[in-house]
């Protein structure tokens, strides 16, 4: 084509992307490093918000850290932004693990469709960085934070600073996307120090550099942003942090056409919460969708809920994860999978906010324990009924987004296998699964009584019977239909009663029994003198295999 | 040639097509670790390779659905990864894996084998002629089962195996980021030469795997260890 000028539509459209390409970029490299699985459900009908087809969660404090240090600015030549991954352990050292940079460089593409090829690659790019967060060794440190240490980010925009990395810090690339204003690079340097760090557990001794780090002190850009713990807990301090945060989303709903190639519909629509009714800019084409965005998530395990927004001050805070509150004096509250591995604690400090915030703010606990309903319905494509579907337009929308909380191999926790959970007793989950072996078990289903009456059986029953009024056979029973608490016919083959009555008449122990022992006593006394003389016959072959031994 | 006869195209066994960029990975895993392995592959190509449902509307615009994922941890590697949230596609690899798995171990060889990931394009053809499937990248892991003595060697392995995972996904992304051939975007009546329209939730480009066991010398176990695992068409 003849025109090498970008279109102004198609710069808008560049400049819009590389603008959510930046912040889901700090989405997905922050949740990474949260010290939890994360995991987003597929969704077959495009409901709009879904930048790049991917559902990666917006978490607001999290986007809120990233535009304030974009603050207006797209990455360019010189002008990158960074996430800065770090490690504070409890008694205060810190640490810089990984530096991940999006940055921009002067090669340019001209040729390549924007709002069509650019826009596929980016969520390629995406999809690249989700796999790459997984393998650098600050990945493993992360899920075992909580107790010891803790991961924090921060976010800057500028020049790229690597020197806290130590030395011999690796660096892998992520990928690259060119565009028609230069190509976007996403890479990763990380401190490979703590390679061995990730086999063993964090040891309270200094920093493995030998030196404490204080990064606070000699950080070269004080008026950046601070440090954010990754998981980060709302305590009474923070909730005043966004007090007037206007949270505006953006949302994007792209159509693509095959004819003629890479013609993109492309919707956005913004809206505010704090204000009645959606501001719609930018429109190209009719609005989709008012929303704010919708993840297509499970409910059946519940960690995190924001707080409802745009009900005045006292809602806005931001919590990210909850489980007890992190405030300045004690940083290291922050729990997390940790070592323990399990259910967090109930939070010590309810989340700021009202009431109703309160009973949201705090369901991260309820909902890990394992509904044995539907374990695997995260994975169900009929897509649980989310809180946005039928509110369109509503600017006052609770966001129910939820992450998903699995147990796994950083978690040192037996997996539950809550198969019975749906029995309406308690303790169910811990009767025995499988009734076919209950009939087998002779715990359960001891062998019958032998018939013949040995004179220790005998006097057993005497001794029984003058404490108890059951009788030595089921005789002198009354039959009742006996149903003692906690039990249940289908689990175990028997009632609490005839278990009772099994077990007051055990079969005799046949080595107790006189005549038996007196018996084989005898036989083997008078097999002796025969056993001698055998030995005796044999024994230059018992020398022969002695000698070999020596 | 191919088992699957009238609807399947033209064998893929044969070396790649030109044009069909090939990828190879080695590992050497414990007996265990064999389904981990190879699954934690095969998700990280097939997240590259898995688009959101199409859903194509007027004037041949389309739409596209939401990709979810999710973190998977392995159990017998120390070793975590991330995969496309589609129950039927990981179903169809655990189930692909496993028979690889199952192979491997009554092959009764020296515990060398390899898995094929293809992706590839349907050309229809005018009858009698069947349709031909243009593989455009082929992705094959080597396995190498290895046998260890006792607990302290296991844990080793759990490490070694997890740092070299994290190898293979690092070279894996660097291929997919090339940016190299593409099959370019399809009508609404070529989507099905392209892509994998069956499942519920994703779309990946359309594929197939298959495996071979080797013997000590390289060269393929003459029985029929050899299968094509189709998931794509229905049959």
């Given amino acids: 084509a003849m025109d090498t000028d970008l279109s102004s539509q198609d710069r808008k459209d560049l400049d819009k992307f590389i603008k959510f390409f930046a912040l889901k970029t700090v989405q997905v490299i922050v949740q990474a490093r949260l010290g939890e699985k994360i995991c987003t459900r597929s969704s077959s009908s495009p409901t709009g918000s879904d930048w790049f087809n991917l559902a990666i969660k917006d978490i607001p404090e999290?986007?809120?850290?990233?535009?304030?240090?974009?603050?207006?600015?797209?990455?360019?030549?010189?002008?990158?932004?960074?996430?800065?991954?770090?490690?504070?352990?409890?008694?205060?050292?810190?640490?810089?693990?990984?530096?991940?940079?999006?940055?921009?460089?002067?090669?340019?593409?001209?040729?390549?469709?924007?709002?069509?090829?650019?826009?596929?690659?980016?969520?390629?790019?995406?999809k690249s960085l989700l796999a790459i967060t997984r393998v650098t060794p600050a990945y493993r440190l992360s899920r075992k934070q909580g107790h010891e240490y803790v991961i924090l980010y921060r976010i800057y925009f500028g020049e790229v600073q690597l020197s806290g990395l130590g030395e011999g810090f690796q660096t892998v690339r992520v990928g690259t996307v060119g565009t028609p204003v230069g190509t976007i690079t996403l890479s990763c340097a990380y401190r490979i120090n703590l390679a061995f760090m990730s086999t063993r557990q964090f040891e309270r001794t200094p920093p493995i550099m030998g030196i404490i780090i204080d990064h606070f002190v000699d950080r070269p850009y004080p008026s950046s942003s601070p440090m954010h713990p990754c998981n980060y807990r709302a305590g009474e301090d923070n909730a005043a942090v966004y007090p007037s945060v206007e949270d505006s989303q953006e949302v994007c709903t792209t159509s693509f056409s095959t004819s003629p190639p890479s013609q993109c519909v492309f919707t956005v629509t913004k809206a505010h919460f704090q204000t009645p009714p959606p501001v719609v800019t930018d429109t190209l084409k009719v609005p989709v969708m008012g929303l704010?965005?919708?993840?297509?998530?499970?409910?059946?395990?519940?960690?995190?809920?924001p707080a409802a927004l745009g009900v005045g001050s006292a809602d806005m805070g931001y919590p990210v994860l909850f489980a007890g509150g992190l405030n300045a004096a004690h940083p290291h509250q922050l729990i997390g999978p940790g070592k323990e591995g399990g259910v967090p604690p109930i939070p010590s400090q309810p989340a700021h906010g009202t009431q109703a915030d309160q009973e949201r703010m705090c369901t991260p606990l309820d909902g890990v324990h394992y509904s044995a309903a539907t374990p695997s319905s995260s994975e169900d494509t009929e897509t649980v009924s989310n809180s946005s579907e039928g509110k369109c337009g509503s600017p006052h929308d609770l966001l129910e987004t939820i992450f998903i909380r699995k147990v796994g191999a950083f978690v040192n926790k037996p997996i539950n296998q809550v198969t019975m959970a749906n029995l309406d007793i308690p303790f169910a989950m811990f009767a025995p699964k499988n009734v076919e072996l209950e009939d087998n078990d002779p715990m359960v289903n001891p062998p019958e009584s032998p018939e013949t009456e040995s004179p220790l059986q005998g006097s057993l029953h005497s001794e029984g019977s003058s404490g108890s009024s059951t009788g030595n056979t089921h005789d002198d029973f009354v039959m009742i239909d006996f149903k003692p608490a906690f039990s249940k016919d289908d689990i175990l083959p028997m009632d609490l009663g005839t278990f009772y009555r099994e077990f007051q008449n055990p079969p005799q122990l046949s080595s107790l029994s006189i005549d038996i022992g007196a018996q084989s006593m005898a036989e083997d006394l008078d097999s002796l003198p025969e056993k001698l003389a055998v030995h005796e016959k044999n024994v230059k072959e018992f020398d022969a295999f002695v000698e070999t031994l020596q | 040639s191919c088992p699957l006869s009238t609807r399947c195209c033209a064998p893929?066994?044969?070396?790649?097509?030109?044009n069909c960029r090939a990828e190879v990975l080695e590992v050497s895993v414990e007996g265990r670790q064999v389904e981990e392995a190879m699954l934690a592959v095969l998700h990280t190509v097939l997240l590259h390779r898995s688009t959101g449902k199409f859903h194509y509307k007027k004037e041949g615009t389309y739409s596209i659905g939401t990709v979810g994922t999710q973190d998977v941890d392995c159990d017998f590697i120390d070793f975590a990864y991330v995969r496309v949230s589609s129950e039927e596609l990981d179903r169809a690899l655990r189930k692909a894996v496993g028979e690889f798995k199952d192979a491997l171990r009554s092959s009764g060889s020296d515990g060398m084998g390899q898995i094929s990931l293809e992706f590839?394009?349907?050309?229809?053809?005018?009858?009698?002629?069947?349709?031909?499937?243009?593989?455009?990248e082929l992705w094959t892991i080597k396995v190498n089962v290895v046998n260890l003595a006792n607990e302290q060697e296991r844990q080793i392995c759990r490490e070694k195996v997890g740092e070299k995972l994290c190898e293979k996904i690092i070279n894996i992304v660097e291929v997919m980021n090339r940016h190299e051939y593409l099959p370019k975007m399809p009508t609404q009546s070529e989507v099905d030469n392209v892509f994998d329209t069956s499942l519920k939730d994703v779309q990946p480009y359309l594929y197939k795997i298959s495996y071979q066991i080797t013997d000590s010398l390289g060269t393929s176990v003459t029985t029929t260890m050899r299968r094509l695992i189709k998931d794509t068409l229905a049959l």
């Fill in chain 2, 12 to 18: 893929s066994s044969a070396a790649p097509a030109m």
């Fill in chain 1, 292 to 305: 704010a965005f919708s993840h297509q998530l499970s409910s059946s395990r519940l960690s995190y809920q």
């Fill in chain 1, 62 to 126: 999290v986007t809120h850290e990233a535009k304030k240090a974009l603050a207006g600015q797209l990455p360019a030549v010189g002008r990158s932004m960074c996430v800065e991954i770090s490690l504070k352990t409890s008694e205060g050292d810190s640490m810089e693990l990984e530096i991940w940079c999006l940055e921009m460089n002067e090669k340019c593409d001209k040729e390549i469709k924007v709002s069509y090829t650019v826009y596929n690659r980016l969520s390629l790019l995406l």
């Fill in chain 2, 120 to 136: 590839y394009q349907k050309k229809k053809s005018r009858w009698p002629f069947s349709d031909e499937c243009i593989p455009w």
